[in-house]
């Protein structure tokens, strides 16, 4: 009773601190969520983008093509609380704040079979609590962007599947949660495939046992893939404008940029460079978590027996960056929002 009351608090301080003023600050919309909440309207009142398309995968703006998940869930926001700044944060700032929930249950699930963890409650109530202050989170909760929405999908698609070791039938809805993670941005196509080869790698044995409770869930993400081929034209205009792939030099420019989201100046000190990806003068984390961090390595690293949890907390470590890798400018913090629960 005592940890539910305590997590009820932390989830009242994650709402307040991403819907406080939310219509007033960032003052103004950013061109991006102007043009999301502009085709939502669209939706709402015509069924079709600003350009006559009917109820498109994508959405072209500014020459780019988006992923359409997280416009269409402007459509019932606009309906409910009309064509304001409001309306197009709400969905961002409500997965923001139920991602802190997420990151409780997950962090009690992972290190369920650790023994170097004695209080499992304690440490997801602390887990919850960072993120629920995290200035990287509290950022890009609080204004529309798909990247946000890549990550709650993500995040429950990885606790869905831990739940699912004792309770099998959720399995399918991990797939689901996957399937949809993979549709919300462009940064989501390198990293749900990573996500997934992690999870199939660490559980192997634990997924093959019982081959037929897999049917579904595969033709589920043999789904998922569809929206992206059936737009793969348009999807990789963004990847030419950003990607480092006609680079010669390919492998170090990955290298460097992948390094670049582990210096301690990018999560403690500067932070993004891109004024709208951080906040002044403080890095993405706070320096006091520095040790923190450290020591959690360290016995991460250190100590033997801990079920999957070591192998699984340091591959989604380590995955977190490789979609911003891809892409230049680097750091990117919008792109590596996936670091944001795991740290």
Do not use: C
């Amino acid at each position: 009773m005592k940890y539910k009351l305590i997590l009820s608090i932390i989830f009242v301080l994650a709402l307040i601190l991403r819907f406080w003023q939310l219509g007033q600050n960032p003052p103004g919309l950013f061109v991006d969520e102007a043009s999301n909440g502009y085709n939502a309207y669209s939706v709402l009142k015509t069924a079709k983008d600003e350009y006559g398309n009917f109820l498109p995968l994508t959405f072209r703006a500014f020459g780019d093509y988006n992923p359409a998940f997280s416009v269409y869930t402007l459509v019932p926001s606009i309906a409910m609380f009309g064509l304001n700044e409001f309306a197009v944060r709400f969905p961002s700032a409500l997965l923001g704040s139920l991602t802190v929930l997420l990151v409780y249950f997950f962090s009690k699930l992972v290190f369920a079979k650790s023994s170097i963890v004695k209080n499992k409650e304690t440490l997801a109530i602390f887990s919850a609590l960072f993120l629920a202050i995290s200035p990287w989170h509290i950022q890009f909760s609080r204004y529309d962007h798909e990247a946000n929405f890549m990550l709650f999908f993500s995040l429950l698609a990885l606790t869905l599947y831990l739940f699912s070791l004792k309770k099998p039938f959720l399995l399918s809805l991990s797939a689901l949660s996957f399937a949809i993670a993979i549709n919300t941005y462009h940064g989501a196509k390198v990293l749900v495939p990573v996500l997934l080869l992690s999870v199939l790698l660490i559980y192997r044995k634990d997924l093959f046992k019982t081959p037929k409770k897999l049917i579904v869930p595969i033709i589920i993400l043999l789904l998922s893939f569809l929206p992206i081929i059936l737009n793969i034209d348009n999807g990789l205009k963004r990847t030419q404008t950003v990607g480092i792939f006609k680079e010669e030099n390919k492998v170090d420019i990955f290298t460097k940029n992948y390094l670049a989201h582990f210096s301690p100046s990018f999560l403690f000190v500067d932070g993004d460079q891109f004024g709208r990806h951080s906040v002044t003068g403080i890095g993405h984390l706070f320096i006091f978590q520095l040790p923190l961090i450290l020591l959690g390595l360290f016995y991460l690293l250190k100590e033997p027996n801990q079920g999957k949890s070591k192998p699984l907390l340091l591959a989604l470590l380590l995955s977190a960056a490789v979609p911003a890798a891809f892409a230049n400018p680097s750091p990117h913090a919008l792109r590596s929002i996936f670091f944001s629960p795991m740290w």
